[in-house]
């Protein structure tokens, strides 16, 4: 069955810089684009930006700059490096698959 497990999260300082992981299996990662969401306390869900099969990324607009997002389809891992982290950007992040099949989360929190 298809599985993602996100990794990576923390406490960072404002201004700081995580990466993001997400395991996945159970599908062909290779020819799957792949997405990362968010989502803040008391807040929807968020998206954050997508990588295609191919490698083109694209990203939301407040995260265009800051976050960068890559895959290694030999690993079957997609990444999301943040950097210049805010405290609007604590939230739990998420991937996804086709936006059916979800990852657990991990926290991101900005603080000082």
């Known amino acids: 069955q298809v599985q993602l497990v996100e990794s990576g999260g923390g406490l960072v300082q404002p201004g700081g810089s995580l990466r993001l992981s997400c395991a996945a299996s159970?599908?062909?990662?290779?020819?799957?684009?792949m997405t990362w969401a968010r989502q803040a306390p008391g807040k929807g869900l968020e998206w954050v930006s997508k990588?295609?099969?191919?490698?083109?990324?694209s990203y939301a607009d407040s995260m265009k700059g800051r976050f960068t997002i890559s895959r290694d389809n030999a690993e079957n891992t997609v990444y999301l490096q943040m950097s210049n982290l805010k405290p609007e950007d604590t939230a739990i992040y998420y991937c996804?698959?086709?936006?059916?099949?979800w990852g657990q989360g991990t926290q991101v929190t900005v603080s000082s």
């Open positions: 996804a698959v086709a936006l059916t099949f």
């Open positions: 159970g599908f062909t990662f290779s020819t799957s684009a």
């Open positions: 990588i295609y099969a191919d490698g083109t990324p």
